[in-house]
């Protein structure tokens, strides 16, 4: 494609988003079908953050295709669209719009000035992408969107917690959970982006009570979690070795380990092994913590806890495949270590604030980041001769994932669901649910069988507010469900729901009269988007908030397996016993060429308007759909947009061919006596039609795609087209040419409009309505093709491709012998009985004066190769007449591109003057009437000179020379 091809595209695309708009296209095909069966889709709402990228344009795209598939097949398609706009995503785009780096400028600047900015930008980037999705063709009801900051949504999921609530399923607790120093809030385990980091490699040994040469070996990362180590756990069932080294101390750790060379890894050369014993003797040992001075804490729990500083045994935990097989455990830091707190009956002790920064039960680290705090520990245990070595690591470690800060894991007391206990449930619904690809499934599975309790507050200011009441007296709750239900309650008119207006609004105690205040939390916003089946009923026209149902099909990125996928099926199981959605289709990421993550750090970032305003959406659309298996992710880069340009230029000069042909040959379409190849195409066009509604039928996308390009630019313009430029030379094989590509590609424009619905319809109102005598002002109001099962021949079809094997081998015995693929040679051998009666189409799709089914002669003129049908051989031998016939089919290719230049029709008969090398025009003459029909010559003139040629052409050392002058000059 050419770039002025590029800005035509653009400007047509342009032209058709007008049309659409002024004749209010999309709700006159919605129309259409407003009482026919449903098709339920739900869109998984984007959060707008800014505008969209590739993986936006990529997700929108695969829905159209589905949504306009589905409602060309007859059904009413549910495709509302919608914005997640709560929470951090929005939080830290006004952050870092207004300068700020915690939660104290937020609090400066005042919680209802920031919560207005934020749904400020919201609101204002969700016009933003939806023009951007618009401008992609993407066809939903961009009128109607579904937001989650509406008041009415605002209550579904309110709704949702109270019923959670009612069914025993809301609890609050302690955890050690993920927490963001820089958000300072707390974040679930569907919220940690895992980034490789590197961190400290600290081994230290820990003394046994009583025993002054007695040491228990222990490997960590952070070295600032053991200011609250209160455990050493150790795996009970493996062995475990103590060794003396050459300082005569004796050293504990795993076995396993000790063979693999770690005390060489910390640089003990020799050591001697003087027990071998299981974990579980090391059980109920006392130990000197190593920070017992600068901490006095742990001298107070020592005395009033029985486990304290004691070693213990975990088979779950504990593994003697890394560190040292010994594990410091600090109750307060890790959620494994805080189950094993649990299990000992140890004291929960916050040592770090909402900052990470240590507070006074830290001791001699009070004030001090965790960072900070781990330098510090490594000094004195280096001091206090406890250090064995320190190195780094480079790991997958969890950070924020809006604002990529490094998580610590920290005890807080939140808000959960209770969900775990619901693990098999959810496992056996799962396997009721259909994946595109299949293999997600398990992925799936996978993480719900792990699946912990959902902590569902958050300590920051945008959001849905927990709905929960506390009394400042009793700590009695109550959970609100509704507006209505807090106006009945408080006696107050709930004129805005959101922070911090909604933390004003108090509920006398109906246990002791106290005053209730809400808790300060927000929701966490996977709750918003799991709740949007239900929550969003209200702003389509339902108020009950049970009356969903089940989706037949969603379609979102590889990331929502633990996101978004994960909450609508455990919140609709949790909540109604019922499946949320029957079929998923999974995407992946978006890359560059090389694989790399798009970052504006690294420069490699491309924007989908930018790829529109260079090549059109139609060739983004094109590729997006066709170059991505499902699941896997997607390279993206100028370079690999080449397949789609050509598809879409191809598409255009197809049309643009029938177009010519129903102008330049009036007489019309002729459906009788066709030949082999126009039966080919229509069978294969009823065959197109089969495959590609059992592909989108069955979610088949990329394949979908496929088959639409294999077919347009293989099936029809490299073969077909190619086949029969020849025989509409005739107008009453140019009127059979005529019917067949206007019964072909009438079908392949319905079947095209899903994945290019703006090009379809420019080429329908350009081109087909015309032809189709079509009354629709839409291609989009035609129904979705049928099958004609009587016009399909797959023997036909089986042989056509034996043929086309044939051509392509052909072609390649010229390219080898220095024969360009247009010049005729003498005769083709073709080892194959089945194919006889076919012999006119072979002889003109190979250019060869003759065809014989038999094995090729054994001689040197005949050049042979190896298909599937065995050996075809082609004869080079040049005769006199084969060279006039190569000649003047290059010199008329030479005059008709020369003729389309000057804008002649093919019915514009013309005088051409030639000029020459004697033999050359001494060939021509025994071709002349076949020159003349090649070139729409009424006369050919042989001069003996000229002057101003419009083109010479060479040919075997020679050259001819060439005039074209308008009959009437």
């Known amino acids: 494609m050419t770039p002025s091809i590029f800005k035509l595209v653009k400007m047509w695309e342009e032209e058709i988003l007008r049309y659409w708009s002024e004749r209010d296209i999309y709700e006159k095909v919605k129309g259409r079908y ?29 829905k159209d295709i589905v949504l306009r598939f589905w409602r060309m097949r007859g059904y009413a398609v549910v495709d509302t669209p919608g914005y997640d706009m709560h929470g951090l995503p929005i939080e830290v785009q006004v952050e870092k719009k207004l300068g700020f780096r915690s939660k104290r400028d937020i609090i400066k600047y005042g919680v209802d000035r920031f919560v207005e900015e934020c749904k400020k930008l919201a609101l204002e980037n969700a016009k933003i992408e939806t023009a951007q999705f618009q401008r992609l063709g993407v066809w939903m009801d961009w009128d109607r969107p579904y937001m989650t900051v509406h008041p009415s949504y605002v209550e579904g999921i309110w709704w949702t917690i109270k ?42 040994k820990v003394k046994l009570s009583g025993d002054e040469a007695r040491y228990i070996t222990v490997w960590t990362t952070t070295p600032w979690t053991l200011v609250g180590n209160m455990l050493i756990a150790v795996n009970p069932n493996e062995y475990y070795v103590e060794v003396i080294v050459p300082e005569g101390e004796h050293w504990i750790l795993a076995e396993t380990l000790y063979k693999r060379g770690l005390l060489r890894e910390l640089g003990v050369e020799k050591a001697e092994v003087v027990r071998r014993f299981k974990g579980i003797e090391l059980e109920g040992l006392k130990y000197e913590h190593p920070l017992l001075d600068e901490v006095p804490i742990h001298k107070e729990f020592r005395a009033r806890y029985e486990n304290y500083n004691s070693i213990v045994t975990s088979e779950e935990y504990v593994s003697v495949e890394e560190g040292t097989g010994c594990l410091h455990t600090a109750p307060s830091f890790g959620p494994e270590d805080y189950e094993l707190g649990l299990k000992y009956k140890l004291p929960l002790v916050q040592f770090i604030d909402e900052r990470a920064i240590f507070k006074d039960e830290g001791g001699i680290f009070k004030g001090l980041t965790v960072n900070d705090a781990s330098e510090r520990v490594v000094e004195l245990l280096e001091k206090k001769g406890l250090l064995i070595k320190l190195g780094s690591i480079m790991h997958e470690y969890p950070h924020c994932w809006r604002c990529k800060t490094p998580l610590v894991f920290r005890l807080t007391r939140q808000w959960f669901f209770r969900i775990k206990d619901l693990r098999g449930k959810l496992i056996n619904e799962a396997q009721k649910t259909e994946w595109t690809p299949a293999w997600a499934k398990n992925l799936f599975v996978s993480w719900l069988s792990n699946i912990d309790d959902w902590c569902i507050s958050r300590q920051r200011f945008w959001g849905t507010p927990l709905p929960i009441w506390v009394c400042e007296r009793c700590e009695n709750y109550h959970v609100i469900g509704s507006i209505s239900e807090l106006e009945a309650l408080s006696g107050n008119c709930v004129e805005e729901i959101h922070r911090p207006a909604i933390d004003e609004v108090t509920l006398p105690c109906r246990r002791c009269g106290g005053t209730m205040r809400r808790v300060g939390d927000v929701v966490d916003v996977w709750v918003d988007s799991g709740s949007a089946i239900w929550a969003v009923l209200p702003q389509i026209g339902k108020e009950d908030f049970r009356d969903w149902e089940t989706l037949d099909f969603i379609l979102e990125g590889k990331d929502q397996i633990r996101g978004w996928f994960s909450a609508l099926f455990v919140l609709s199981v949790a909540l109604f016993d019922k499946l949320p959605f029957k079929r998923v289709y999974m995407h992946g990421f978006v890359t560059d060429e ?10 490699n970032v491309i924007a989908p308007e930018e790829v529109i305003e260079k090549v059109g959406a139609e060739v983004l659309r094109f590729y997006q759909v066709i170059s991505t298996s499902p699941g896997e992710d997607q390279k993206f880069g100028y370079s690999l947009l080449r397949k789609g340009e050509a598809y879409v230029n191809i598409v255009i000069n197809t049309y643009n061919y029938l177009d010519q042909i129903a102008t330049y040959y009036a007489k019309g379409e002729v459906n009788r006596g066709l030949r082999a190849e126009d039966l080919w195409l229509i069978s294969k066009t009823n ?33 077909y087209i190619q086949a029969v430029r020849e025989r509409i030379r005739s107008e009453e094989e140019a009127g059979k040419v005529l019917y067949v590509l206007r019964y072909v590609l009438e079908r392949f424009l319905k079947l095209m409009c899903p994945l290019n619905p703006m090009l379809a319809e420019r080429i329908y109102l350009q081109y087909m309505k015309r032809l189709m005598h079509a009354e629709a002002e839409s291609v989009h109001m035609l129904p979705w093709p049928e099958v004609e099962e009587s016009k399909i021949d797959a023997e036909l079809e089986r042989k056509m491709e034996v043929i086309r094997e044939i051509v392509t081998g052909v072609k390649y015995l010229k390219q080898s012998a220095g024969i360009k693929a247009r010049w005729p040679c003498k005769t083709l051998y073709v080892p194959s009985k089945e194919l006889e009666g076919l012999e006119e189409l072979i002889a003109r799709v190979t250019n060869v004066k003759n065809v014989v089914f038999d094995v090729p002669p054994d001689i040197d003129v005949i050049k042979k190769l190896e298909t599937s049908i065995g050996p075809i051989g082609l004869d080079l031998t040049e005769t006199r007449e084969i060279r006039a016939e190569r000649l003047m089919r290059d010199l008329a290719r030479y005059i008709r591109a020369t003729r389309k230049k000057m804008g002649l029709k093919p019915r514009d008969l013309v005088i051409i003057e030639l000029s020459g090398d004697s033999e050359l025009i001494h060939l021509l003459r025994g071709v002349m009437e076949e020159f003349k029909i090649r070139t729409g010559a009424e006369e050919v003139k042989i001069l003996d000179k000229i002057e101003e040629a419009q083109g010479t052409v060479k040919f075997n050392g020679g050259y001819v020379k060439f005039v074209i002058r308008r009959e009437s000059q």
């Open 687 to 719: 065959t197109l039609i089969k495959r590609v509604t059992e592909e989108l039928e069955s979610y088949d996308l990329p394949g979908y795609a496929r088959s639409l390009y294999d077919f347009i630019v293989e099936d029809v313009s490299h073969f």
């Open 163 to 204: 019923i959670m609530a009612e069914k025993g399923r809301l609890y609050r607790g302690w955890k050690v959970l993920g927490w963001c120093p820089r958000c300072q809030t707390v974040l679930a385990q569907h919220e940690y982006e895992y980034k490789t980091k590197k961190s400290p490699s600290m081994y230290f």
């Open 34 to 62: 407003e009482n026919k069966p449903l098709f339920r889709f739900l869109d998984g709402p984007p959060y707008p953050t800014g505008p969209i990228h590739l993986g936006h344009s990529w997700n929108k795209t695969l």
């Open 594 to 603: 090389k694989g790399m993550a798009m970052h504006k750090s690294l420069g």
